[in-house]
């Protein structure tokens, strides 16, 4: 297999799987090692880049995937049967964020940070498919444990975890001096 | 404070708490607890409890803050350190945490509107793919698998056969279930209750013919009993009981 | 909408449907009469032929299809099949064995022989070529009797089933005994 027999062939089956695909599998179908098969992605993904494609390859962790490009929204809505954009009420994105940053994390451990119950929240991000079991915690009464799934990184448009904005003490900081400035602000007025 | 008509729909009680901080220019680290739990106490009084489940939520922190109130008024408790305890600090930690997940999750709904709407695939593996079996490696199936060890585990398996066979239990006749009609065993007993008004229990017992009989007899005894159909007296432990029917018809 | 965007937007309705598209619901979405459309196609399918491409564009009647070149079969079944572990498992030799032994057997036969179902062994074995059906015995129900295959005698490396192991009606006569012995020690302590 040559370059350009590698390259098609990595095109033709995340054509064909329709759904992501691990870079290892791809790499073991061209017999290739990670990083080889990593350099022929890029090259897939500068074609598409171009302004006469209508598709791109996602990244997302360590799988690829082949999508429409977001600009195309429009025209597939005129013939194909699209999905409707999930709307997320703020207490689903509450719960969605604390999943996001504290995965794997249980229905307590949210419920005590938001200090409200959150089941529904968390069975409408099941529903979703932007959260999933990712097994049980070894606690008393062995609670299930949840995490964001790839359809998270996909909606959110983030290529791995990692990609997430940071959250840290920092913050809070920030926090912390955004509350003083209010309240000097208020003195001075 | 003036109530709005209109209450603003929170999250939660640190939602809330959150918004009467924010609202009143305070430092979250420096908590006026006296002004914020009376407004906390003003707003929750003006909810329409009609979830009591949500409302138990706010309740509950409404005992915190008042809790935290009281102790402000005490003397400081100090750790082991020596450090005055903030009672405070608890509350502030969980508020901190709280804002900063309910930041995030504003920075994620940005991320999701920026985010193009793009469409996936399905799956259309060409259908000779998917139907694709592999051939079958017989060298590798077979592995360290021979005759002679095919052979053994046949022999070893009419062995466990024959070893399930109980040569002596075998022989015997079968065992069969006898069917006792509760409903009627009860008529029974409640039409000889009717009719001998006091008699001895073991009587009565002596009457069934089979283990499972008598068993059923005195559970019927027990439950007509219950139902103060009938009275139970036993003069020594041991001596025979009389059952006395209470409702004479 | 200027001929890139057109045809990147044919790409994706392409793509996203999966299917065969009509021409005339392709033309109507980049709002180009048909010839125009074909003409776009065309370039598509140019783009396609390329090495570097593992998929082609498929007319058909008066509709287009994405799909992958011939030439990517290998690689699909590669990446499409999940790896098999094959080995005999122990019920599925216990079944093979009865089998070889007491051919032609019925499905109820080996399993009175080993006490529990054997339905997934009896299948695994068909699957495997290893067994296969003889006919249906003379019995209530009509069942299947099972023997086994010539794969079966090439794999063990024996010519025919005479040469066998032996196994004689002695053999069992002695497991009796030896059962009633067990028994009787055992009443005696």
Same mark, same amino acid.
């Given at each position: ?32 090692? %990670?990083?080889?098969?990593? &350099? +022929?992605?890029?090259? *897939?993904?500068? /074609?598409? $880049? ?73 069975? %409408?991000?099941?529903?979703? &498919? +932007?959260?999933?079991? *990712?097994?049980? /915690?070894? $606690? ?11 359809e998270f990184l996909r909606s959110f448009g983030v290529k791995s975890l990692k990609d997430l904005p940071e959250i840290d ?21 | ?249």
């Amino acid at each position: 297999m040559d370059t350009a027999n590698k390259i098609a062939t990595l095109e033709a089956i995340l054509f064909a799987m329709g759904e992501s695909v691990e870079l290892t599998k791809l790499a073991e179908v061209i017999e290739e090692d %990670k990083d080889v098969t990593k &350099g +022929l992605l890029d090259k *897939l993904k500068e /074609k598409y $880049a171009s302004d006469e494609s209508g598709i791109e390859l996602l990244e997302l962790e360590d799988s690829y995937q082949l999508a429409t490009k977001p600009g195309m929204y429009d025209a597939l809505v005129k013939i194909a049967k699209t999905p409707r954009r999930m709307q997320l009420s703020e207490s689903v994105l509450e719960t969605l964020s604390i999943i996001a940053y504290k995965q794997p994390v249980t229905r307590l451990e949210i419920e005590s940070i938001r200090g409200v119950s959150s089941d529904f929240a968390v069975n %409408k991000l099941l529903e979703y &498919g +932007l959260i999933c079991e *990712l097994g049980r /915690k070894d $606690a008393p009464g062995r609670p299930l444990l949840f995490g964001t799934t790839e359809e998270f990184l996909r909606s959110f448009g983030v290529k791995s975890l990692k990609d997430l904005p940071e959250i840290d003490t920092l913050q809070i900081e920030e926090f912390k001096q955004e509350a003083e400035q209010e309240i000097q602000l208020s003195l001075k007025l | 404070m003036a109530i709005p008509v209109k209450l603003q729909v929170f999250e939660g009680p640190l939602d809330l708490l959150l918004h009467l901080i924010e609202k009143n220019k305070v430092d979250i680290y420096d908590i006026p607890i006296v002004e914020i739990t009376n407004q906390y106490l003003e707003y929750i009084r003006a909810m329409q409890a009609e979830d009591m489940n949500v409302m138990s939520e706010f309740l509950v922190m409404a005992a915190t803050l008042v809790d935290i109130k009281c102790k402000m008024l005490l003397p400081k408790e100090v750790n082991e350190e020596g450090e005055e305890q903030d009672p405070r600090a608890e509350l502030v930690e969980k508020l901190l945490e709280y804002k900063m997940y309910k930041y995030m999750s504003f920075e994620l709904k940005d991320m999701q509107l920026e985010n193009g709407f793009s469409l996936c695939k399905k799956e259309t593996l060409p259908d000779d793919v998917k139907n694709f079996r592999e051939p079958i490696d017989y060298e590798q199936l077979i592995g360290e698998m021979n005759l002679n060890k095919l052979h053994e585990i046949f022999n070893f398996m009419m062995q466990r056969k024959e070893d399930k066979i109980d040569p002596i239990r075998s022989h015997y006749g079968n065992i069969e279930k006898e069917e006792i009609d509760m409903d009627a065993k009860a008529l029974y007993i409640e039409e000889y209750v009717a009719t001998h008004k006091k008699f001895s229990f073991k009587d009565l017992l002596e009457k069934q013919k089979s283990k499972a009989e008598i068993i059923v007899t005195f559970l019927i005894i027990l439950e007509l009993m219950k139902t103060g159909i009938i009275t139970i007296l036993q003069e020594n432990l041991f001596d025979d009981i009389y059952i006395t029917a209470v409702k004479a018809a």
